[in-house]
Protein backbone atom coordinates (compact mmCIF):
# COMPACT_ATOMS: atom_id res chain seq x y z
CA UNK A 1 0.00 0.00 0.00
CA UNK A 2 1.39 3.60 -1.09
CA UNK A 3 -0.33 5.53 1.19
CA UNK A 4 -2.09 7.49 -1.08
CA UNK A 5 -6.26 7.67 -1.19
CA UNK A 6 -8.00 7.72 -4.27
CA UNK A 7 -11.36 9.91 -4.36
CA UNK A 8 -14.09 8.99 -6.94
CA UNK A 9 -17.60 10.37 -7.54
CA UNK A 10 -18.96 7.46 -9.54
CA UNK A 11 -16.84 4.21 -8.55
CA UNK A 12 -13.33 4.66 -11.13
CA UNK A 13 -10.79 7.11 -11.43
CA UNK A 14 -11.34 8.12 -14.83
CA UNK A 15 -15.14 9.12 -13.95
CA UNK A 16 -13.56 11.01 -11.00
CA UNK A 17 -11.15 12.82 -13.74
CA UNK A 18 -13.80 13.38 -16.13
CA UNK A 19 -16.23 15.24 -13.61
CA UNK A 20 -13.17 17.58 -12.49
CA UNK A 21 -12.37 18.24 -15.89
CA UNK A 22 -16.63 19.28 -16.74
CA UNK A 23 -16.11 21.46 -13.32
CA UNK A 24 -13.07 23.30 -14.32
CA UNK A 25 -14.32 24.14 -17.85
CA UNK A 26 -17.32 25.65 -15.90
CA UNK A 27 -15.56 27.96 -13.86
CA UNK A 28 -13.23 28.97 -16.89
CA UNK A 29 -16.28 29.86 -18.68
CA UNK A 30 -17.43 31.78 -16.00
CA UNK A 31 -14.13 33.74 -15.71
CA UNK A 32 -14.18 34.12 -19.42
CA UNK A 33 -17.58 35.40 -19.13
CA UNK A 34 -16.13 38.20 -16.15
CA UNK A 35 -13.21 38.94 -18.33
CA UNK A 36 -15.24 39.87 -21.03
CA UNK A 37 -17.86 42.01 -18.89
CA UNK A 38 -21.13 39.73 -19.94
CA UNK A 39 -22.24 38.70 -16.10
CA UNK A 40 -22.71 41.09 -13.12
CA UNK A 41 -20.55 41.58 -11.03
CA UNK A 42 -22.49 42.97 -7.68
CA UNK A 43 -21.67 45.82 -4.98
CA UNK A 44 -19.39 48.13 -6.51
CA UNK A 45 -18.56 50.08 -3.21
CA UNK A 46 -19.30 49.48 0.32
CA UNK A 47 -22.81 49.74 1.42
CA UNK A 48 -23.40 53.22 3.05
CA UNK A 49 -24.85 52.33 6.10
CA UNK A 50 -25.86 55.15 8.35
CA UNK A 51 -26.94 55.24 12.48
CA UNK A 52 -27.48 58.43 13.34
CA UNK A 53 -31.07 60.01 13.32
CA UNK A 54 -31.46 63.42 11.33
CA UNK A 55 -33.76 65.59 12.08
CA UNK A 56 -35.31 68.75 11.14
CA UNK A 57 -36.04 67.82 7.39
CA UNK A 58 -39.29 70.27 6.04
CA UNK A 59 -39.98 71.51 2.74
CA UNK A 60 -36.70 72.25 1.44
CA UNK A 61 -34.75 69.05 -0.48
CA UNK A 62 -31.66 67.79 2.11
CA UNK A 63 -28.53 65.02 1.51
CA UNK A 64 -29.03 62.51 4.43
CA UNK A 65 -25.59 63.11 5.90
CA UNK A 66 -23.61 59.63 5.47
CA UNK A 67 -25.82 58.20 2.65
CA UNK A 68 -23.62 58.20 -0.47
CA UNK A 69 -22.08 55.40 -2.69
CA UNK A 70 -18.91 56.54 -4.90
CA UNK A 71 -17.08 54.36 -7.66
CA UNK A 72 -15.91 54.42 -11.03
CA UNK A 73 -18.51 53.44 -13.43
CA UNK A 74 -17.70 51.78 -16.67
CA UNK A 75 -19.24 52.47 -19.96
CA UNK A 76 -22.38 50.27 -21.05
CA UNK A 77 -22.91 48.70 -18.00
CA UNK A 78 -26.24 49.08 -15.80
CA UNK A 79 -26.20 50.08 -12.21
CA UNK A 80 -28.95 49.35 -9.57
CA UNK A 81 -29.68 51.03 -6.54
CA UNK A 82 -31.28 49.73 -3.09
CA UNK A 83 -32.24 51.80 0.20
CA UNK A 84 -33.80 51.76 2.74
CA UNK A 85 -34.82 54.64 5.56
CA UNK A 86 -37.84 55.33 8.37
CA UNK A 87 -39.08 58.18 8.92
CA UNK A 88 -41.26 59.44 12.01
CA UNK A 89 -42.90 63.20 11.98
CA UNK A 90 -44.10 65.81 14.66
CA UNK A 91 -47.59 66.57 12.67
CA UNK A 92 -50.27 63.74 11.37
CA UNK A 93 -50.43 63.85 7.93
CA UNK A 94 -47.26 64.59 6.44
CA UNK A 95 -45.73 63.22 3.82
CA UNK A 96 -41.98 61.98 3.63
CA UNK A 97 -40.12 61.92 0.22
CA UNK A 98 -37.00 59.84 -0.35
CA UNK A 99 -34.82 60.01 -3.42
CA UNK A 100 -31.61 57.92 -5.01
CA UNK A 101 -30.00 60.68 -7.04
CA UNK A 102 -26.85 61.12 -9.29
CA UNK A 103 -24.02 63.01 -9.20
CA UNK A 104 -25.72 65.95 -10.72
CA UNK A 105 -28.23 65.62 -7.91
CA UNK A 106 -31.14 64.12 -10.43
CA UNK A 107 -33.31 61.59 -9.18
CA UNK A 108 -33.00 57.98 -10.94
CA UNK A 109 -35.90 55.95 -12.51
CA UNK A 110 -37.70 53.83 -10.26
CA UNK A 111 -35.86 55.81 -7.39
CA UNK A 112 -38.33 57.75 -5.45
CA UNK A 113 -40.63 56.70 -2.72
CA UNK A 114 -43.33 58.73 -1.32
CA UNK A 115 -46.02 58.14 1.29
CA UNK A 116 -48.30 59.45 3.51
CA UNK A 117 -47.65 59.52 7.93
CA UNK A 118 -50.77 59.51 9.05
CA UNK A 119 -49.67 59.02 13.06
CA UNK A 120 -47.25 60.90 15.08
CA UNK A 121 -44.64 58.31 17.22
CA UNK A 122 -44.87 55.78 14.36
CA UNK A 123 -41.52 55.09 12.16
CA UNK A 124 -42.63 54.62 7.86
CA UNK A 125 -40.55 53.09 5.94
CA UNK A 126 -39.76 54.17 2.48
CA UNK A 127 -37.66 51.65 0.45
CA UNK A 128 -36.16 51.62 -3.31
CA UNK A 129 -35.93 48.25 -4.48
CA UNK A 130 -34.61 49.37 -7.91
CA UNK A 131 -33.34 52.49 -9.52
CA UNK A 132 -31.31 51.58 -12.48
CA UNK A 133 -29.08 54.08 -13.95
CA UNK A 134 -26.44 53.32 -17.04
CA UNK A 135 -24.06 56.34 -15.87
CA UNK A 136 -21.22 57.62 -18.74
CA UNK A 137 -17.70 56.14 -17.62
CA UNK A 138 -16.18 57.79 -14.81
CA UNK A 139 -16.42 58.86 -11.22
CA UNK A 140 -20.01 58.59 -9.52
CA UNK A 141 -21.64 59.67 -6.75
CA UNK A 142 -25.02 58.13 -5.23
CA UNK A 143 -26.79 59.87 -2.52
CA UNK A 144 -30.11 59.82 -0.53
CA UNK A 145 -32.32 62.83 -0.15
CA UNK A 146 -35.11 63.82 1.55
CA UNK A 147 -37.78 66.57 1.79
CA UNK A 148 -41.29 66.57 3.77
CA UNK A 149 -43.45 66.20 0.41
CA UNK A 150 -46.95 67.51 2.21
CA UNK A 151 -47.80 68.81 5.53
CA UNK A 152 -46.41 71.41 8.04
CA UNK A 153 -44.60 69.05 10.57
CA UNK A 154 -40.53 68.73 10.56
CA UNK A 155 -39.67 64.89 9.64
CA UNK A 156 -36.54 62.90 11.48
CA UNK A 157 -34.76 59.80 9.90
CA UNK A 158 -34.60 57.43 12.45
CA UNK A 159 -30.83 55.93 11.30
CA UNK A 160 -30.39 54.83 14.90
CA UNK A 161 -33.56 52.31 15.22
CA UNK A 162 -32.99 51.12 12.31
CA UNK A 163 -30.23 52.04 9.86
CA UNK A 164 -30.42 53.91 6.86
CA UNK A 165 -28.47 52.08 4.02
CA UNK A 166 -27.54 52.48 0.27
CA UNK A 167 -26.18 50.09 -1.81
CA UNK A 168 -25.18 50.02 -5.58
CA UNK A 169 -24.90 47.22 -7.39
CA UNK A 170 -23.05 46.25 -11.30
CA UNK A 171 -26.38 44.60 -12.94
CA UNK A 172 -24.33 43.42 -15.88
CA UNK A 173 -23.65 45.07 -19.20
CA UNK A 174 -26.47 46.71 -21.56
CA UNK A 175 -27.96 44.54 -23.55
Known sequence: ?????????????????????QRLAIVEQLLAARSRGSVSWGLVAAP????VDQGSITNTIVDIAGAACSFTAITNRRYRCTAV???????????????????????LNGGRDRDDMPV???FYGARIAAAIDTPVAGP???????VRGAGTGTLTINST???????????????
Open 85 to 107: AFFSTTVAGDQYELAVTNTAGTP
Open 1 to 21: MTGKTTRTTSGTTVDALNDLR
Open 140 to 146: VTYKLRA
Open 161 to 175: SIPTVLLVEDMGPIA
Open 120 to 122: VGR
Open 48 to 51: AIVT
